[in-house]
């Protein structure tokens, strides 16, 4: 048998495991991402409201979020959060895909408190002048946000959080502890049916790396397109 067996990761059932482990890998990025944004902004905007009681409430979300592991989280949402349901629910939910959809909330909720603070300081950079000037047109809060100082950070806020896709895309990775069928848990898979642990591995860590420089390029080409400029 051959030090490296390429045919392993090109054609046959364990080629479309591994396969299929990835484009769920790739849904799971997505879907969090689209969980986490909204929140993200909310989020933000609670921290920077003129009351004293949401700039708290955004607070204790960012904090209790960011200090727990993404492992603990995943745990929870898998495990805990689904017994405090009442009966009918949790059992509609076992009944479905509840592993991917537990990794999902997991992951939004704990990308979304990073990606809170990464919108809360592109909106902090905007001068506050900027700010004054959309309340003296008649405009609330929310509508000084949403038509004066969200466009101008917008800017300023992209980057990092192309970088926060960055860490989520490989935080999806920590879905195998729950059971979901993404891309390790695929590789475990086919590692422990084949003994192949180099072939299956490879493939893994090659998805890793192509999509992370897919990423890393986004943000570098984003950079070069729109550079920064003076607020």
């Known amino acids: 048998m051959p030090l490296f067996d390429y045919t392993l990761l090109l054609t046959g059932r364990y080629h479309d495991m ?3 482990g990835f484009l ?10 689209m969980l986490a944004l909204p929140i993200a902004l909310a989020v933000a ?4 409201a003129p009351v004293a009681a949401l700039r708290g409430l955004g607070f204790a979300y960012v904090e209790s979020i960011r200090n727990i592991p993404l492992l603990a989280h995943m745990l929870f949402w898998y495990f805990g959060a689904p017994e405090l349901l009442p009966v009918p629910i949790k059992q509609r939910l076992y009944a479905g895909h509840i592993e991917a959809m537990s990794a999902v909330v997991a992951l ?13 300081s592109g909106i902090s950079a905007i001068p506050a002048v900027q700010m004054e000037a959309g309340r003296a047109l008649g405009f609330g809060f929310l509508a000084t946000m949403r038509r004066v100082i969200l466009p ?23 879905a195998t502890v729950i059971g979901v069928a993404e891309l ?5 898979q086919v590692e ?3 003994f192949r642990s180099a072939e299956s591995f490879a493939f893994a860590t090659a998805a890793y790396i192509t999509v992370s420089m897919l990423i890393t390029g986004a943000a570098s080409w984003y950079q070069h397109r729109f550079p920064p400029r003076a607020l």
């Open 152 to 174: 101008q950070a917008l800017r300023v806020t992209i980057p990092p959080l192309i970088s926060q896709s960055l860490n989520l895309w490989k935080g999806t990775s920590v």
């Open 192 to 194: 422990s049916a084949t």
């Open 24 to 33: 769920l890998s790739l849904q799971l990025l997505a879907a969090s991402l």
């Open 18 to 20: 591994l396969v299929a």
């Open 108 to 120: 939004g909720l704990y990308t979304a408190a990073y990606m809170a603070e990464d919108i809360r």
């Open 45 to 48: 905007l609670l921290r920077l």
């Open 184 to 188: 390790m848990y695929q590789a475990g």
